[in-house]
């Protein structure tokens, strides 16, 4: 399997998110040639595309609105359709616990958004 390629990013995609501004404009998979709906039975296609989503800045809104809409097609915030229907039932907004932002969790226990939790994993691998 060969490297997921990304185009470079405009320097305004490094900073967070504007108010106002469409967040998927935000999304690694805007500047990606991979496919972000591969075949269910296509594992190395699927795994490809997850890592598109891996420290892309919007996946708690991608998943949110994944969610809301009902869209079980293809891979949104690094999650497959069955994935995303699977926790879908289990999703509660809830606040980050270190900057207070409401996001939708991917897991019962996640305490912090993504961009906090990129940041607290990266503060906590330099001890």
């Known amino acids: 399997m060969t490297a997921p390629t990304l185009t470079p990013k405009p320097a305004a995609r490094l900073y967070p998110h504007t108010p106002g501004r469409n ?30 989503c891996a420290g892309c800045p919007v996946t708690d809104k991608c998943l949110t ?8 097609e293809g ?27 409401t996001y939708t969790p991917r897991t019962k226990v996640q305490q912090r958004c993504s961009p906090c939790s990129h940041t607290h994993n990266h503060l906590r691998d330099r001890r």
């Open 75 to 101: 891979i949104r915030a690094g999650l497959t359709g069955p994935e995303r229907r699977a926790l879908a039932g289990t999703m509660a907004d809830r606040a980050c616990v270190d900057c207070g932002t």
């Open 23 to 52: 967040w998927r404009l935000d999304g690694n998979c805007l500047s990606t040639d991979v496919d972000m709906h591969p075949e269910l039975r296509d594992q190395p296609g699927i795994a490809e595309a997850k890592a598109i």
């Open 65 to 72: 609105s994944a969610v809301k809409v009902g869209d079980w």
